[in-house]
Protein backbone atom coordinates (compact mmCIF):
# COMPACT_ATOMS: atom_id res chain seq x y z
CA UNK A 1 0.00 0.00 0.00
CA UNK A 2 1.46 3.59 -1.03
CA UNK A 3 2.48 6.35 1.47
CA UNK A 4 0.06 8.72 -0.67
CA UNK A 5 -2.92 6.28 -0.11
CA UNK A 6 -2.32 5.85 3.39
CA UNK A 7 -1.84 9.38 4.24
CA UNK A 8 -5.34 10.02 2.48
CA UNK A 9 -7.01 7.24 4.88
CA UNK A 10 -5.03 8.35 7.99
CA UNK A 11 -7.08 11.85 6.71
CA UNK A 12 -10.43 10.29 6.67
CA UNK A 13 -9.69 8.76 10.15
CA UNK A 14 -8.28 12.43 11.61
CA UNK A 15 -11.66 13.61 10.15
CA UNK A 16 -14.18 11.25 11.59
CA UNK A 17 -12.94 11.62 15.13
CA UNK A 18 -13.22 15.11 15.04
CA UNK A 19 -16.20 14.94 13.61
CA UNK A 20 -16.76 12.92 17.00
CA UNK A 21 -15.35 15.37 18.97
CA UNK A 22 -17.17 18.25 17.69
CA UNK A 23 -20.80 16.24 18.38
CA UNK A 24 -19.78 15.50 21.68
CA UNK A 25 -18.78 19.19 22.66
CA UNK A 26 -21.77 20.31 21.50
CA UNK A 27 -23.76 17.83 23.52
CA UNK A 28 -21.92 18.93 26.92
CA UNK A 29 -22.45 22.57 26.09
CA UNK A 30 -26.20 21.87 25.48
CA UNK A 31 -26.45 19.48 28.67
CA UNK A 32 -24.66 22.58 31.03
CA UNK A 33 -27.17 25.27 29.44
CA UNK A 34 -30.19 22.70 29.79
CA UNK A 35 -29.19 22.25 33.23
CA UNK A 36 -28.24 25.95 33.77
CA UNK A 37 -31.45 27.02 32.24
CA UNK A 38 -33.83 23.77 33.67
CA UNK A 39 -34.38 23.54 30.24
CA UNK A 40 -36.20 20.09 29.57
CA UNK A 41 -36.49 20.57 25.60
CA UNK A 42 -32.99 20.95 24.91
CA UNK A 43 -32.16 18.23 27.61
CA UNK A 44 -34.19 16.04 25.50
CA UNK A 45 -31.97 17.10 22.51
CA UNK A 46 -28.69 15.87 24.61
CA UNK A 47 -30.16 12.49 25.10
CA UNK A 48 -31.23 11.96 21.83
CA UNK A 49 -28.17 13.20 20.18
CA UNK A 50 -26.32 10.41 22.27
CA UNK A 51 -26.80 7.78 18.99
CA UNK A 52 -25.13 10.04 16.66
CA UNK A 53 -22.05 10.30 18.76
CA UNK A 54 -22.41 5.65 19.35
CA UNK A 55 -22.72 5.22 16.05
CA UNK A 56 -19.71 7.39 15.04
CA UNK A 57 -17.16 5.97 17.71
CA UNK A 58 -18.80 2.39 15.38
CA UNK A 59 -17.53 3.66 12.05
CA UNK A 60 -14.10 5.04 13.78
CA UNK A 61 -13.63 1.47 15.48
CA UNK A 62 -14.30 0.17 12.12
CA UNK A 63 -12.25 1.83 9.98
CA UNK A 64 -9.15 1.90 12.46
CA UNK A 65 -9.85 -1.87 12.31
CA UNK A 66 -9.58 -2.06 8.75
CA UNK A 67 -6.24 0.04 8.82
CA UNK A 68 -4.91 -2.41 10.96
CA UNK A 69 -5.77 -5.42 9.02
CA UNK A 70 -4.98 -4.28 5.65
CA UNK A 71 -2.24 -1.29 5.67
CA UNK A 72 0.53 -2.54 8.14
CA UNK A 73 0.79 0.54 9.92
CA UNK A 74 3.88 1.47 11.59
CA UNK A 75 5.94 4.03 13.69
CA UNK A 76 3.59 7.13 14.01
CA UNK A 77 0.99 5.70 11.44
CA UNK A 78 0.35 3.02 14.28
CA UNK A 79 0.54 5.22 16.73
CA UNK A 80 -2.10 7.81 15.55
CA UNK A 81 -4.49 5.00 14.42
CA UNK A 82 -4.42 3.58 18.27
CA UNK A 83 -4.67 6.71 19.64
CA UNK A 84 -7.82 7.59 17.74
CA UNK A 85 -9.34 4.30 18.52
CA UNK A 86 -8.47 5.24 22.63
CA UNK A 87 -10.18 9.04 21.81
CA UNK A 88 -13.16 7.68 20.46
CA UNK A 89 -13.72 5.02 23.60
CA UNK A 90 -13.20 8.49 25.59
CA UNK A 91 -15.60 10.84 23.39
CA UNK A 92 -18.42 8.03 23.38
CA UNK A 93 -18.03 7.95 27.50
CA UNK A 94 -18.43 11.70 27.24
CA UNK A 95 -21.27 12.01 25.26
CA UNK A 96 -22.76 9.53 27.79
CA UNK A 97 -22.03 11.44 30.56
CA UNK A 98 -23.46 14.46 29.05
CA UNK A 99 -26.83 12.93 28.75
CA UNK A 100 -26.82 11.51 32.17
CA UNK A 101 -26.47 15.25 32.82
CA UNK A 102 -29.51 15.91 30.57
CA UNK A 103 -31.63 13.11 32.14
CA UNK A 104 -30.68 14.66 35.59
CA UNK A 105 -32.19 17.88 34.36
CA UNK A 106 -35.38 16.69 33.60
CA UNK A 107 -35.81 15.36 36.83
CA UNK A 108 -34.54 17.81 38.85
CA UNK A 109 -36.85 20.46 36.49
CA UNK A 110 -39.54 18.96 38.06
CA UNK A 111 -38.86 20.97 41.81
CA UNK A 112 -37.99 24.46 42.71
CA UNK A 113 -34.00 24.93 42.34
CA UNK A 114 -31.17 24.81 45.01
CA UNK A 115 -28.51 28.15 46.24
CA UNK A 116 -25.81 26.09 44.75
CA UNK A 117 -27.18 25.33 41.03
CA UNK A 118 -24.63 28.13 39.87
CA UNK A 119 -21.63 26.72 41.39
CA UNK A 120 -22.21 23.58 39.47
CA UNK A 121 -22.96 25.05 36.01
CA UNK A 122 -19.35 26.98 36.61
CA UNK A 123 -17.17 24.01 37.43
CA UNK A 124 -19.19 22.64 34.35
CA UNK A 125 -18.24 25.12 31.65
CA UNK A 126 -14.55 24.55 33.28
CA UNK A 127 -14.53 20.81 32.31
CA UNK A 128 -16.20 21.83 29.07
CA UNK A 129 -13.01 24.51 28.08
CA UNK A 130 -10.53 21.40 28.98
CA UNK A 131 -12.18 19.36 26.56
CA UNK A 132 -12.43 22.32 24.01
CA UNK A 133 -8.80 22.58 24.66
CA UNK A 134 -8.36 19.25 24.03
CA UNK A 135 -10.06 18.79 20.65
CA UNK A 136 -7.15 21.75 19.71
CA UNK A 137 -4.80 19.69 20.80
CA UNK A 138 -5.58 16.69 18.85
CA UNK A 139 -6.74 18.53 15.69
CA UNK A 140 -2.99 20.08 15.65
CA UNK A 141 -1.09 17.46 17.41
CA UNK A 142 0.11 19.90 19.97
CA UNK A 143 1.25 18.36 22.71
CA UNK A 144 1.84 22.02 24.22
CA UNK A 145 -2.14 22.36 24.91
CA UNK A 146 -2.25 18.91 25.17
CA UNK A 147 -0.45 18.99 28.98
CA UNK A 148 -2.45 22.33 30.08
CA UNK A 149 -5.37 20.21 29.43
CA UNK A 150 -3.54 17.79 31.72
CA UNK A 151 -3.03 20.62 34.34
CA UNK A 152 -6.60 21.89 34.28
CA UNK A 153 -7.96 18.59 35.41
CA UNK A 154 -6.84 19.31 39.02
CA UNK A 155 -8.93 22.81 38.98
CA UNK A 156 -12.25 20.27 38.13
CA UNK A 157 -11.25 17.61 40.45
CA UNK A 158 -10.54 20.21 43.60
CA UNK A 159 -13.91 21.85 42.54
CA UNK A 160 -15.62 18.53 42.40
CA UNK A 161 -14.57 18.21 46.04
CA UNK A 162 -15.77 21.38 47.24
CA UNK A 163 -18.97 21.10 45.69
CA UNK A 164 -19.65 17.75 46.96
CA UNK A 165 -19.13 18.44 50.94
CA UNK A 166 -20.81 21.67 50.44
CA UNK A 167 -23.90 19.67 49.25
CA UNK A 168 -23.33 16.94 51.80
CA UNK A 169 -23.40 19.36 54.69
CA UNK A 170 -26.34 21.32 52.88
CA UNK A 171 -28.51 17.99 52.84
CA UNK A 172 -27.88 18.09 56.58
CA UNK A 173 -29.72 21.20 57.46
CA UNK A 174 -32.49 20.76 54.36
CA UNK A 175 -33.81 16.98 54.77
CA UNK A 176 -36.43 17.82 51.71
CA UNK A 177 -33.94 18.56 49.65
CA UNK A 178 -31.81 15.78 49.88
CA UNK A 179 -33.23 13.67 46.68
CA UNK A 180 -32.36 16.78 44.64
CA UNK A 181 -29.02 17.15 46.48
CA UNK A 182 -28.31 13.79 45.64
CA UNK A 183 -29.01 14.02 41.95
CA UNK A 184 -26.59 17.38 42.25
CA UNK A 185 -23.86 15.16 43.51
CA UNK A 186 -24.35 13.09 40.24
CA UNK A 187 -23.57 16.05 38.32
CA UNK A 188 -20.74 16.53 39.79
CA UNK A 189 -19.29 13.20 39.25
CA UNK A 190 -20.29 13.49 35.81
CA UNK A 191 -18.39 16.61 35.07
CA UNK A 192 -15.62 15.46 37.33
CA UNK A 193 -15.45 12.50 34.59
CA UNK A 194 -15.73 14.79 31.70
CA UNK A 195 -12.89 16.34 32.58
CA UNK A 196 -10.87 12.91 33.24
CA UNK A 197 -12.05 12.03 29.98
CA UNK A 198 -10.68 15.52 28.39
CA UNK A 199 -7.38 14.61 30.07
CA UNK A 200 -7.30 11.15 28.58
CA UNK A 201 -8.17 12.52 25.13
CA UNK A 202 -4.81 15.08 26.07
CA UNK A 203 -2.35 12.32 27.15
CA UNK A 204 -3.09 10.38 23.61
CA UNK A 205 -2.45 13.35 21.62
CA UNK A 206 1.01 13.33 23.29
CA UNK A 207 1.39 9.54 22.59
CA UNK A 208 0.16 10.03 19.11
CA UNK A 209 2.76 12.97 18.24
CA UNK A 210 5.76 12.08 20.17
CA UNK A 211 5.31 7.78 21.20
CA UNK A 212 5.67 8.98 24.98
CA UNK A 213 2.84 7.68 27.67
CA UNK A 214 1.92 10.36 30.44
CA UNK A 215 -0.71 8.77 31.35
CA UNK A 216 -0.89 9.36 35.49
CA UNK A 217 1.71 11.61 35.11
CA UNK A 218 0.84 14.54 34.06
CA UNK A 219 3.63 15.76 32.35
CA UNK A 220 5.94 16.49 29.38
CA UNK A 221 9.66 17.29 28.78
CA UNK A 222 10.60 17.10 24.75
CA UNK A 223 13.96 18.86 25.55
Known amino acids: MSHTHLSREREQLKMLVLEMMSKTT ?3 RHSLEAFSEMD ?5 DVIDADNDINELEVSVDEK ?8 GPVAGDLRFILGCMRVSVDLERIGDEA ?4 QDTVVL ?10 RLTVM ?6 MLKLAGRAFSRENTDEAVQVC ?3 NEVDELNSKMIKHVIGYMADHTPAIERAVRC ?3 ARRIERIGDLATNIAENTVFISQGVNIKHYCRFDNR
Open 26 to 28: ESV
Open 40 to 44: TDKAQ
Open 64 to 71: CLRLLALE
Open 99 to 102: ANIA
Open 109 to 118: SLKPGLDFYQ
Open 124 to 129: GYKALD
Open 151 to 153: KMD
Open 185 to 187: INV
